[in-house]
């Protein structure tokens, strides 16, 4: 059974930093990735990173303040995410793919999510 388990989420202030994690178990996968939704808006993607950490792919609002990576020893992926705004709260949630893709559909996986709320 495929289980995707996020921690890491909570309240920070504008300027902050906080590291979600996405443990997997039940297999490993080619990529795996994290998304997210804010109020009344549709899920989005953020960042994901194929099972080599050889190639990532960032959303454009995210680059250059987040930063995924992982450890295959651990089926962990983490997303470490700096300099964050108001606009970045949102329910993130880590999941499982085998391509490098950045659209929910091809993701057959999901966690159950995490909360991140900035303050200004």
């Known amino acids: 059974q495929v289980q995707l388990v996020e921690s890491g989420g909570g309240l920070v202030q504008a300027g902050g930093s906080l590291r979600l994690s996405c443990a997997a178990s039940?297999?490993?996968?080619?990529?795996m990735g994290w998304f997210r939704q804010a109020p009344g808006k549709e899920r989005e993607f953020v960042a994901v990173?194929?099972?080599?950490?050889?190639?990532?792919l960032y959303s454009d609002s995210v680059k250059g303040r987040f930063t995924i990576s992982r450890d295959n020893a651990k089926n962990t992926v983490y997303l470490q995410m700096n300099a964050l705004k108001p606009e970045d709260t949102a329910v993130y949630y880590c999941?499982?793919?085998?391509?490098?893709?950045?659209?929910?559909?091809?993701?057959?996986?999901w966690g159950q999510g995490t909360q991140v709320t900035v303050s200004s």
């Open positions: 990173i194929t099972s080599s950490g050889g190639r990532t």
């Open positions: 999941a499982a793919t085998d391509g490098l893709y950045y659209t929910l559909d091809k993701y057959d996986y």
């Open positions: 039940g297999r490993t996968f080619y990529a």
